[in-house]
C-alpha cells in the first residue's frame, strides 16, 4: 500500500519559511513522481510542485516559483518542501501525493494523498 505522510507544517510570519517532509512508503516509487499540493479555506485545491523520484524533473506553480523548492532523498524514502517567502495567500493545508499520469499541474492526476499538514501565514 502507498502512504504519505506530511510533516512540517506551523504557524510563521509572512517572509518567514518552512521545510515541509513527506515520507514515503517504498510502494510510493511505483509512481515515477510525486507532488505537493495544497487546500485552502474556501478554495480549490491547487497543484504547487512535483518532482520525479531523483529530482530529474521539477514543475512548480507560477505562485510559487523562485519561493518553494521541491526535493527528494530517495534513500530515505523522502520528499521536500521548502517554503520561502511565505505570504498570507500560502496559507492552506499542504498534501504530498503520488502522481499517477498525465500532466503535473492539475490535482486531478494526483492519487494516495497524505493527512496533510498546515501552514498559516500570518501578517
Known amino acids: 500500500q502507498v502512504q504519505l505522510v506530511e510533516s512540517g507544517g506551523g504557524l510563521v510570519q509572512a517572509g518567514g519559511s518552512l521545510r515541509l517532509s513527506c515520507a514515503a512508503s517504498?510502494?510510493?516509487?511505483?509512481?515515477?513522481?510525486v507532488g505537493w499540493l495544497r487546500h485552502a479555506p474556501g478554495k480549490e485545491r491547487e497543484f504547487v510542485a512535483a518532482s520525479t523520484w531523483g529530482g530529474g524533473n521539477k514543475y512548480y506553480a507560477d505562485s510559487v516559483k523562485g519561493r518553494f523548492t521541491i526535493s527528494t532523498d530517495n534513500a530515505k524514502n523522502l520528499v521536500f518542501l521548502q517554503v520561502n517567502s511565505l505570504k498570507r495567500e500560502d496559507t492552506a493545508v499542504y498534501y504530498c501525493?503520488?502522481?499517477?499520469?498525465?500532466?503535473?499541474?492539475?490535482?486531478?492526476?494526483?492519487?494516495?494523498w497524505g493527512q496533510g499538514t498546515q501552514i498559516t501565514v500570518s501578517s
Open positions: 501525493a503520488a502522481h499517477r499520469s498525465g500532466s503535473y499541474y492539475y490535482t486531478s492526476y494526483y492519487t494516495y
Open positions: 517504498t510502494r510510493a516509487f511505483t509512481f515515477s513522481a
